[in-house]
């Protein structure tokens, strides 16, 4: 059992909602994996449906290049739209 | 214990099965290969425990039918109460059980009966995601190592000789069939035989020997499993009765 893979899980709270990211399994096969899923995460109504994707199949970015990939946003707040006036009359905005 | 109505037996006899396999199946708890091997078992164990609530509360006090009985006046069948053994043993007779009780509880689904039709709907949901599960694990281990396959094959033919008695039909059971309320086991058999030979096939098992089968269950005749595992359930009601948390 100690060399069953790693599964991400992925629930879908209910439709029309994109699948977020819940925890991870350990299980033999895909099978597997999607029952593990299914018990260990959705016992309390928690979704409508499962993903689960080998852990090892994920590409990750590198901890060690934060610096350059994310400070270059930091000081670009004008790329949220915050500087538009929006009149009153508009709503639900 | 008084005798009971017909539909009073009925319900007892399916709420006892479902009890008592809940019950082994919590024996897991904290004990399974895996924590999520665990949790499957645990949540296999908890909608059987539910059944049994349903079913034992149409054929009364359900609290103390399952808690102030003897071993004597339990008619659930043999096989539920058969020990866990190993994982692959649990698994054998969970495959065993849940591919009968699918389609029992399918058939009673359309009962006469109110009751049983509605507890058989939602509990027919459960069960076919635990004859999925067991399913998955017959093949996984039969078709998997040469010590899983083993052990496989030592539990299926552990549980086998008491597969007959699912089918068993009585008087009274037969009077509620015919009455509409009730379901005619014996008419499983077939597609029993066609879903377990399929799967065992896909485990590329071979289906054990038949062998004399063992029946009794349901006139309260068991097997020398059952007090030991009644003994663990009903200790605290036994000991506190009434008692409550």
Redesign the interface.
């Known amino acids: 059992m100690q060399d069953w893979p790693l599964w991400e899980v992925f629930i879908r709270a209910k439709g029309g909602l994109s699948h977020r990211h819940a925890g991870s399994v350990h299980a033999a096969d895909a099978k597997m994996a999607l029952e593990h899923a299914r018990d260990t995460y959705t016992r309390r109504m928690e979704g409508v449906s499962l993903w689960v994707i080998p852990s090892a199949q994920i590409i990750s970015s590198d901890p060690a290049d934060a610096g350059p990939l994310f400070e270059p946003a930091e000081d670009k707040i004008y790329r949220h739209p915050t500087f538009y006036s929006i009149p009153d009359h508009i709503k639900h905005i | 214990m008084a005798a009971l109505a017909p539909l009073s037996t009925y319900a007892l006899r399916l709420g006892d099965d479902a009890l008592i396999l809940g019950q082994r199946l919590s024996e897991w708890c904290g004990h399974a ?5 665990d ?2 078992l645990a ?1 296999l164990a908890l909608d059987l425990i539910g059944q049994a609530t349903h079913f034992l509360g149409v054929a009364g006090d359900a609290d103390k039918l399952a808690f102030h009985r003897d071993a004597l006046d339990f008619s659930n069948c043999l096989l539920v109460e058969q020990p866990n053994g190993d994982f692959a043993q649990t698994m054998a007779r969970q495959f065993l059980f849940s591919t009968f009780q699918e389609l029992h509880l399918h058939a009673l689904a359309s009962s006469k009966d109110e009751r049983f039709a509605a507890i058989a709907a939602k509990a027919v949901k459960e069960v076919a ?1 635990h004859r ?2 067991s399913s ?1 694990w017959v093949v ?1 281990l039969g078709d998997g190592t040469e010590e899983s396959r083993a052990r496989m094959t030592a539990g299926l033919d552990w549980m086998w000789r008491f597969v007959d008695e699912l089918f068993q039909m009585d008087e009274l059971e037969a009077k509620l069939a015919k009455g509409g309320a009730g379901v005619d086991k014996s008419e499983l058999r077939a597609e029993w035989d066609r879903r377990v030979d399929a799967v065992l096939a896909e485990a590329t098992l071979a289906r054990p020997a038949s062998r004399r089968p063992v029946l009794g269950g349901r006139r309260g005749h068991h097997t020398e499993h059952l007090g030991p595992l009644l003994s663990q359930m009903q200790f605290l009601q036994r000991a506190y009765p009434g008692a409550v948390w």
């Open positions: 290969p895996t924590i999520e091997v949790l499957s949540n995601y999925q599960l998955d996984r």
